[in-house]
């Protein structure tokens, strides 16, 4: 079964820490993998895209990595701002389908 | 505002009952997708349209579900004979592929989704 898991479920941090968030997939085969960042009562947004050949992508003040052979990625956050406060989602498409495969997500917590 | 719109924001029903769900992509994305997302939980995929092609329905999209997008722009999800079960958020996200049928790495921009509560 194609799955999507991330750790932890739930994360505090104080403001102007870095953070790491982990996600583990087991989806077959793979064509892609995305961070999104949904605030409450929001759509997701798009972070980071990366394909199997890629290893690292960054947007601002986020970093993800993908290690295609162990099927992990994390999303690295630095200087947190209180905005960053949200629901961070690990999302793989499968080849050639175009539908997106979702993780639970992480919720973080950013406080002053 | 040029974004993914839905319509409406909150629905509430009662058991039995049909709605219908509008959302309006990105002018000129070709790709429509429809999602459901539950309290907790990420999306997860029911549909999605290619134009105004419907090329692929999750299991998830039982026969009292419906999606059209009959000109390629706005797309509808109707459904009939509401459960408490289907109390959700429905989400919307267009995306503009260069490649017809390719991998997939087009960027998906959601809508701010309709929250359907059924009673």
């Known amino acids: 079964k194609n799955q999507v898991e991330q750790s932890p479920q739930s994360l505090i941090i104080l403001e102007g820490k870095n953070c790491t968030l982990q996600c583990n997939y087991t989806v077959s085969p793979f064509s892609n993998l995305r961070w999104y960042k949904q605030d409450t009562g929001r759509g997701p947004v798009s972070l980071t895209i990366?394909?199997?050949?890629?290893n690292t992508k960054s947007n601002g003040r986020y970093t993800a990595t993908l290690d295609a052979d162990t099927k992990q990625s994390s999303l690295h956050i630095t200087a947190s701002q209180l905005s960053d406060s949200a629901s961070y989602i690990c999302?793989?498409?499968?080849?050639?389908?175009?539908?997106?495969?979702f993780g639970t997500g992480t919720l973080l917590a950013v406080q002053p | 505002d040029t974004g993914v719109s839905q319509d409406p924001r909150h629905k509430i029903t009662k058991r039995g009952q049909n709605v219908t769900f509008r959302c309006d992509p990105i002018?000129?994305?070709?790709?429509l997708y429809w999602y459901r997302q539950t309290l907790g939980q990420g999306p997860e995929f029911l549909t999605y349209?290619?134009?105004?092609?419907?090329?692929?329905k999750s299991r998830l999209l039982s026969d009292r579900f419906s999606a059209e997008r009959p000109k390629g722009s706005f797309s509808t999800l109707e459904i009939q004979r509401t459960e408490q079960g289907d109390s959700a958020m429905y989400l919307c996200?267009?995306?503009?592929?260069?490649?017809?049928?390719?991998?997939?790495?087009?960027?998906?921009?959601f809508g701010p989704g309709t929250r359907l509560t059924v009673l």
């Open positions: 349209f290619q134009n105004e092609a419907q090329l692929e």
């Open positions: 996200a267009s995306s503009l592929a260069l490649i017809a049928g390719g991998p997939g790495t087009d960027t998906q921009y």
């Open positions: 990366m394909t199997f050949s890629e």
């Open positions: 002018s000129e994305h070709n790709r």
């Open positions: 999302v793989v498409s499968p080849d050639a389908t175009n539908k997106l495969i």
